[in-house]
């Protein structure tokens, strides 16, 4: 009888000890969901008054685009990048905005204190992911922003 329960009992035991090895993995991993997506194409004319913001490096506007906005920012007269206001730390929460702080040195989410750079590079708070930037391209006066 003993030689029955041998082959039942062999793979019951590999079971128990691997199971628990098959969640350890997971403790580490960034749970946060990811940021809805949604069709970003704008053109800004950098000659508007609109826009005049935009002329001066580290100057910034928003844009009613994206999934909560668009903070676009000139990094200087050739490069400017543009950025998701969404948060990624709990993006479908209905405050999961970020804003630039009124120093003009970093962008903050009020809702959960995440920071980030001016190059949407994560600073600090609970936010695992930097902004989700979108592609710009500067012809003339016109600078198209797309995903």
């Known amino acids: 009888m003993h030689a029955h329960l041998r082959p039942l009992f062999a793979p019951a035991a590999v079971l128990a000890v691997l199971l628990p090895l098959g969640s350890c993995g997971d403790s580490g991993t960034d749970a946060q969901p ?18 005049a913001t935009l002329r001066f490096d580290n100057g910034y506007i928003y844009l009613n685009a994206g ?8 990094q200087n007269a050739q490069q400017y990048l543009a950025f998701e ?17 009124r120093s003009g040195f970093f962008l903050a989410d009020s809702c959960c204190s ?34």
Request: charged share 15%; proline share 6%; with cysteine.
């Open 85 to 101: 206001r969404n948060c990624p730390y709990r993006p479908y929460d209905a405050c999961a905005k970020v804003s630039m702080d």
């Open 34 to 51: 990811a940021i809805p997506t949604a069709l970003v194409n704008e053109v800004i004319n950098l000659s508007t008054v609109q826009a």
């Open 67 to 74: 999934v909560r906005g668009v903070v676009v920012i000139r």
């Open 114 to 147: 995440s920071r980030f750079d001016l190059r949407g590079q994560l600073t600090s708070g609970p936010a695992t992911r930097p902004l989700r930037q979108y592609i710009t391209s500067l012809s003339g006066n016109l600078l198209y922003i797309s995903n």
